[in-house]
């Protein structure tokens, strides 16, 4: 069996710990080294935690594995996973501590809590769990907790997580708790990632493709929208030999799939699709001018 060491210390703490305390902590320790293991090995890998007092306020958290990868995550063998498992964490409390629990929303963000830049296969792999465990709701929501639960215990100064004795610990000092205690999370689960609209409207044919899955080119609200066309009644119109052309137009309503933007804080419209056809406008004859 394989096994790697982590490190919760309690600062101010002597050979004691109120219990809650230390089990709040430990329960949302375990709930990130969880996610984190889920994300890197898809799934494939089991760990269990043990837990072992060492000294003044001290505890050492063994990861051991219990079984064997299911499939190569890494190249070599267990050693190395759980090395790359302690990386994760190690990168999930270092990019929550600069994030102070926001989720990583850009590209500039998610740059920012990377690791190393290095272009190494394991570390893209890493660099990327990273990102996808800490944007997880309950992976940081844990992290947030487990600093309630010191901040609640007066004779807590300060917490850190240590995940390897060649890297500097991570450190939540007493004085700023509060700043990491993260309580936007409502606010987040109001702004789902994506959002449905059917509105009716009229749709202004610019180019047109009768070949099945070939996409029709449309106007809507003054921008152009391309969109494969598959609405029965308006395929039933067209196979019955109803003739349409460039400036025609259809009445039609229209399913939009918005999604949101996190750095703008908007919605964006991503995609469109016809889910009932209502009217055939022809296109108004140009005068003759003699």
Known sequence: MRKKSMQIKFEGQEHQIDANTLINVLIHYQTV???ANKELSGGAMTIELRVNAIEKGSFIIDVSVVESLLKQVFSKDSIEYLAALAAVIGGVYKAYKKLKGKPADNEEEKAAISIEDKKSKSTIIINKTIVNVYNQRSTREAISKSIEAS????????????????????????EEFHDYIYSDFDSEALMPDEQTEVVETVLTIIGLNFELGSRWQFMFNGFKIPMIVKDGALMQKIDEGERFGKGDAIRVKLKIVKRYNHQYKAYENKSYKIVEFMEHILAPSQKELF
Do not use: C, Q, Y
Request: net charge negative.
């Open 33 to 35: 080294i969880t996610e």
């Open 151 to 174: 901040d609640a215990d007066p004779t807590v100064t300060g917490l850190s997580v240590n995940v390897d004795d060649k890297l500097t610990p991570i450190t939540f000092k007493k």
